[in-house]
């Protein structure tokens, strides 16, 4: 079993940046991978970036070049920066980890984008 608690959502306005914290209950490189997905209104949850224990990261199209997904093991925790944000990546964030017996889930961090 894997907890996983999220945080650093919040509002912000166009342009601006945020950055989300992912901590894990257990050493994160034991797992095969951690990532972030995300769920706005009306549409389903997508993958935002994910990172594996290789260290090999992975981006959603609409958000390369402005997010970076990293990890601090000695912390057991990913981050997700987002800089440039645009109203569009409104949603709920979630965090998510891979583990042999299979996936864990956060509860999720708000991120609105507004002006």
């Known amino acids: 079993q894997v907890q996983i608690v999220e945080s650093g959502g919040g509002l912000v306005q166009p342009g601006g940046s945020l950055r989300l914290s992912c901590a894990a209950s257990?050493?994160?490189?034991?797992?095969?991978?951690m990532g972030w997905y995300r769920q706005a209104p009306g549409r389903q949850r997508e993958l935002v970036a994910d990172?594996?224990?290789?260290?090999?990261?992975n981006y959603a199209d609409s958000v390369k070049g402005r997010f970076t997904i990293s990890r601090d093991s000695a912390k057991s925790t990913v981050y997700l920066q987002m800089n440039s944000l645009k109203p569009e990546d409104t949603a709920v964030y979630y965090c998510?980890?891979?583990?042999?017996?299979?996936?864990?889930w956060g509860q999720g961090t708000q991120v609105t984008v507004s002006s």
């Open positions: 998510y980890a891979q583990g042999l017996a299979g996936d864990y």
């Open positions: 257990r050493n994160i490189l034991s797992l095969s991978a």
């Open positions: 990172i594996f224990s290789g260290g090999n990261s």
